[in-house]
């Protein structure tokens, strides 16, 4: 949807294929109904509750349907959530009728299962697991029956494709709703996901049509691992693979009035519908947008070295970057919703929160000339999660976001992602 006339050619798709566009949000609730009251039988459900858009809906939707006594939600506040986070979660809540919902903390446990992991799929796997084992320990707190309960989780169909859930998936990431344990206790039947084959926007149209208020719904979408994939750690190792093809981009993107530095990290890409894994570019020059686009496109086109490419909002004109050993600590933690949450704020003073559909920002573990560590920007527009474009900001915003956030001590040069989805996921991890 992201292409240009790209729904034109799906249209047309449908068309040739003779399919019936049926479906719409009204039939949809309809037949989830049957199929929630018939895997539930008589036992309860138990949500785990992110506060995001998609554990919203189903939260609303399990309520609707079984009713509030026999649906139970759980937010762990897991120690990987921005600033205030797990209390504003709580109040949004009750303050929109969602009476059955408990939090537990259980930052510490997930924190240390995360000690010294670098690897990003490892970190995926873990979080997920810690949920289940969150969930139990939730359970005899709670005193309740496991043999009483089901537990259902908001898994829309963007996570079971990334994660290889279907027959011609390549997995791009593991989502923390796709770990084995999870996938076990779909097969026995102790799992629902009632909308595990709804796109994002489709999962919206779902809320409004159930009368879920619209600051709920238009949130910006939030990973379920949360600051853990946005929290990069690194074991200190690593090189970039090619000095040859680094002189290359520079000598592409010179001509143009910009210096190109390959960093010394890698994240995680989408190319040819399979995973990529692979080295940032940043580019220091001028804030031409249409031609920052053009260049990452090309660069990531050209180079198989190179998945992204930043611009430097923040940079000296021959940046000098150093990988360091660095893992998911508080700290780091802190350091980032500090950041995270002063992004926010200026995106509402100046009215283009509404405009971006998502605003990750990623702390790197890599230091700058001065000995501090680099943090992106990456607010992008979408509809479906499957596809994504990066989102300018206004100069203004973005004078307001480098004069705040490099007014920390901790944190170096500030870099913003001018890549699409693909060849870059949304998140970079």
Not at 240 to 269: F, R, T
Not at 290 to 314: A, D, M, P
């Amino acid at each position: 949807t992201d292409t240009p006339s790209g729904n034109t050619m799906l249209s047309n798709f449908l068309d040739l294929c003779g399919c019936v566009r049926s479906w719409n949000s009204k039939n949809f609730l309809d037949e989830i109904a049957e199929e929630i009251k018939r895997i539930c039988g008589k036992r309860n459900v138990f949500l785990l509750v992110s506060g995001g858009v998609d554990s919203t809906v189903a939260f609303m939707l399990l309520n609707k349907i079984l009713g509030n006594d026999r649906v139970l939600g759980l937010h762990i506040d897991n120690g990987l959530m921005r600033y205030r986070e797990s209390e504003a979660i709580l109040d949004y809540m009750k303050s929109n009728g969602f009476t059955n919902l408990k939090i537990i903390d259980a930052s510490e446990d997930f924190l240390r299962a995360l000690k010294n992991v670098a690897e990003p799929e490892e970190k995926r796997k873990i979080i997920g697991n810690m949920f289940i084992t969150a969930k139990e320990k939730a359970f005899d707190q709670l005193k309740l029956n496991a043999d009483e309960w089901v537990l259902a989780q908001g898994t829309i169909y963007p996570d079971t494709i990334e994660s290889a859930g279907t027959k011609h998936a390549d997995r791009i990431k593991t989502h923390h709703n796709r770990v084995d344990i999870i996938l076990e206790m779909i097969e026995k039947g102790n799992l629902i996901e009632p909308l595990a084959q709804l796109y994002k926007d489709e999962v919206r149209e779902l809320g409004e049509s159930m009368g879920i208020p619209k600051e709920l719904i238009w949130r910006h979408p939030f990973p379920g691992p949360g600051l853990g994939v946005r929290v990069l750690c690194s074991d200190g190792t690593g090189t970039v693979d090619s000095v040859q093809e680094s002189s290359a981009i520079n000598n592409l993107v010179k001509q143009y009035g910009y210096h190109a530095h390959v960093l010394p990290i890698k994240s995680v890409g989408v190319q040819g519908d399979e995973r990529s894994y692979a080295h940032p570019v940043v580019l220091a020059g001028p804030c031409d947008w249409k031609l920052l686009e053009e260049l990452s496109t090309r660069i990531t086109n050209s180079f198989s070295s190179v998945n992204r490419v930043v611009y430097g909002l923040n940079v000296v004109d021959t940046p000098s970057y150093t990988l360091v050993k660095a893992f998911m600590t508080k700290e780091r933690l802190d350091k980032l919703r500090s950041v995270d949450h002063i992004v926010t704020e200026i995106l509402y003073k100046t009215d283009e929160y509404n405009d971006i559909w998502q605003m990750p920002v990623v702390l790197l573990p890599m230091l700058n000339s001065a000995g501090k560590e680099c943090i992106v920007l990456r607010p992008i527009v979408s509809q479906e999660a499957m596809t994504a474009r990066f989102k300018p900001l206004a100069v203004e915003t973005l004078d307001q976001i480098v004069k705040q956030v490099t007014a920390l001590d901790t944190v170096g040069d500030l870099f913003f992602d001018i890549t699409h989805k693909p060849p870059a996921t949304i998140e970079w991890e």
